[in-house]
Antibody, heavy 121, light 109 residues
């Protein structure tokens, strides 16, 4: 079945880095664009980043621009989020999600269960 | 950036009642590119509606979306126990960035 499984979350000190991964199965990974979305404790959903099916187009929320990078390895069916210069306000549950389309952001039709990131000293 | 404002913040209803959730955009959403998601505690969001009114796969027909321009509505005709959750709208007509509303919680009265 369609599945996205995030990993790599944890507790990290402010200013440090962390890399999240998202392993996909059950669909042709290389045909779909992907997103990272986060949810701070008790808060709503915040879109973080987008990458097109071929990795050639990327978009970021202003709150993470210049600190986070998104990438994908279509040979490994895996999406990544490299987070640097982490701040307390980056504390959240991070979800990866499949976009319905290929090369522009649309809506998300498959979601992973998420991985928690806590930025604290 | 399009700001989405959902109302009410909380909706207290009984099973079997009708729920009407609103999502208002700060500017017109191109091509009615608006989606709705349901999120239950401890779970990931689930896509309900896209394109303002198209139900996603396996979504019961008691869920329906409508609207265009700046005003959108999600209606649940007869609430089932499993429908009590938080609902988010999201626009994808004017991106980046993708934006979400702040959510409406549908709780049991």
């Amino acid at each position: 079945q369609l599945q996205l499984v995030e990993s790599g979350g944890g507790v990290v000190q402010p200013g440090r880095s962390l890399r999240l991964s998202c392993a996909a199965s059950g669909f042709t990974f290389g045909r779909y664009a992907l997103h990272w979305i986060r949810q701070a404790p008790g808060k709503g959903l915040e879109w973080v980043a987008f990458i097109s099916y071929d990795g050639n187009t990327e978009y970021f929320a202003d709150s993470v621009k210049g600190r986070f990078t998104i990438s994908r390895d279509n040979s490994k069916n895996t999406l990544y989020l490299q987070m640097t210069s982490l701040r307390a306000e980056d504390t959240a549950f991070y979800y990866c999600a499949r976009d319905r389309g290929h090369d522009a952001p649309h809506f998300m039709d498959v979601w992973g269960k998420g991985t928690p990131v806590t930025v604290s000293s | 950036e399009i700001v989405l404002t959902q109302s009410p913040g909380t909706l207290s209803l009984s099973p079997g009642e009708r729920a009407t959730l609103s999502c208002r955009a700060s500017q017109s959403v191109r091509s009615s590119y608006l989606a709705w998601y349901q999120q239950k505690p401890g779970q990931a969001p689930r896509l309900l509606v896209y394109g303002a009114s198209s139900r996603a796969t396996d979504i019961p027909d008691r869920f329906s979306g409508s609207g265009s321009g700046t005003d959108f509505t999600l209606t649940i005709t007869r609430l089932e126990p499993e429908d009590f959750a938080v609902y988010y709208c999201q626009q994808y007509g004017n991106t980046p960035p993708l934006t979400f509303g702040q959510g409406t919680k549908v709780e049991i009265k």
